[in-house]
């Protein structure tokens, strides 16, 4: 592991960025198996409900996942001012937050689940195995949720290796438990679920493995330190932020969607096979950005501007190639990709239509994935959300004015406003950031 004073090289960008570029490819396979199992099965019923109850828990989760966000600024920060007990308190608190939460989910399951029904209905069948499926998993939620502070964590001290192997271990554990129980054993929508089950809490059991070096020492244990009311409010503070961020981010992208449902059924598909482009870009870009995090955040932490300053043109360096690339692959190869995710003459034809929006997205948005790995590493949240605030209300402004007059190809462009305008909004507030650095 890279020490925190170490020198910022190309090298240590990509140590820290290739294993989770690598461990968010194996994130699609998983699904793709979940799927396939229960497909075996030869009937509609069980595939609805296995991809309702893992959307449902998803969105559950998804809530929290500011606290890997989080942790990772708070922790980098730490280890860069060589605060090693707040490095250890750090993943204490993440710990304890996410499997109170997790606790919370359980015994509030009853209530959980009649809201997650109430808005998607579903046939009498596909509820009753949804509801079979989650009165599993739900079991899991602790576990879950706490791991986002472990994934926060081991990218704070730069283990991103870390957070491949449990990646990998989670996922293939999965899909091996997968086939066994629902191939093997005819378990069922319920063989699906024990899986996942086992395979996140032996996920956290590893997790906990592969931070051991923060339970050294007193310092997890350390209550007093843990439970100070000024660092806990801090955390707060910085996973509060976030999370109005994550939720105005995720309400754009929803919009873009129901907004292209007005457009025609012929429309709203190949906007979805397209916005496939643009996850495939986040998984990609997502190394790069927690590069910067991990290093602005030990540079933040050492007080140093210099290196906050190599940290963020560095990793922006890597993310703007990347998604240069990315862009480059999309417009080459996007027809025949297209190809591959849709059957459908119309939805084709209509895709390749607007696949230069597509193409051009890595290209437009690199900034704001990047500026976001800076931010969070710097903790500057409360900018980054009033930053958000800001570009959703462009976003909003731009729907309404370009939609009316150019249809699908003014929803893309809104898209493209949204995301120059983050870009814009956070770049402006950049040299604040690095002057506030004694």
Not at 177 to 184: A, I, K, M, N, T
Not at 247 to 276: H, I, K, Y
Not at 363 to 388: C, L, Q
Request: contains cysteine; charged residues 15%.
């Amino acid at each position: 592991m890279e020490e925190a004073n170490a020198p910022i090289t190309h090298r240590r960008v990509l140590k820290i960025a290739m294993p989770i570029v690598l461990s968010n490819a194996t994130v699609p396979i998983l699904g793709a198996v979940d799927t396939g199992v229960v497909g075996q099965m030869g009937l509609a019923a069980p595939i609805g409900a296995v991809g309702m109850g893992a959307v449902i828990l998803s969105a559950i989760y998804w809530i929290f996942g500011f606290l890997r966000m989080g942790t990772t600024g708070l922790a980098a920060q730490a280890r860069g001012a060589g605060d090693t007990a707040e490095t250890g308190a750090l993943l204490m608190r993440g710990l304890l937050l996410g499997g109170t939460a997790g606790l919370v989910f359980i015994a509030a399951q009853v209530w959980v689940f009649l809201g997650a029904f109430a808005l998607s209905p579903a046939s009498a069948e596909v509820e009753s195995l949804t509801r079979a499926y989650l009165e599993i998993r739900i079991w899991g939620a602790p576990a879950t949720i706490a791991l986002y502070a472990v994934t926060g964590w081991l990218i704070a001290v730069e283990r991103t290796r870390g957070v491949f192997i449990l990646q990998i271990w989670m996922n293939g554990l999965n899909i091996v438990l997968d086939l066994w129980f629902v191939l093997g054993l005819g378990w069922g929508v319920e063989g699906v679920a024990i899986a996942t089950l086992i395979a996140e809490w032996t996920g956290l059991a590893l997790g906990l493995w592969l931070c051991r070096e923060a339970f050294g020492g007193n310092q997890w244990r350390d209550w007093p330190r843990i439970f100070d009311p000024m660092r806990l409010r801090r955390m707060m503070q910085v996973n509060g932020d976030i999370m109005v961020r994550s939720v105005l981010l995720t309400g754009a992208f929803t919009t873009f969607l129901f907004v292209g449902s007005d457009l025609g059924d012929v429309n709203l598909a190949a906007n979805q096979v397209l916005l496939q482009f643009l996850e495939i870009t986040a998984f990609a870009l997502d190394g790069f950005a927690f590069s910067a995090e991990a290093l602005v955040g030990g540079a933040v932490g050492a007080r140093d501007r210099r290196k906050v300053r190599r940290a963020s043109v560095m990793a922006s360096q890597w993310g703007v190639g990347g998604a240069v690339g990315l862009g480059l692959v999309f417009y080459l190869a996007g027809p025949a990709l297209i190809d591959l995710m849709s059957t459908s003459p119309e939805v084709r034809a209509t895709a390749r239509e607007y696949l230069f929006w597509a193409a051009l997205a890595p290209v437009i948005g690199v900034a704001s994935w990047m500026f976001d790995g800076i931010y969070i590493g710097a903790t500057w949240t409360r900018d980054m959300r009033n930053a958000m605030i800001q570009s959703v209300a462009l976003y909003v402004v731009a729907l309404f004015v370009l939609v009316p007059t150019m249809g699908n190809h003014g929803l893309w462009a809104a898209l493209m406003v949204l995301n120059i305008a983050r870009g814009l909004t956070l770049g402006w507030r950049y040299p604040r950031l690095e002057a506030q650095i004694a």
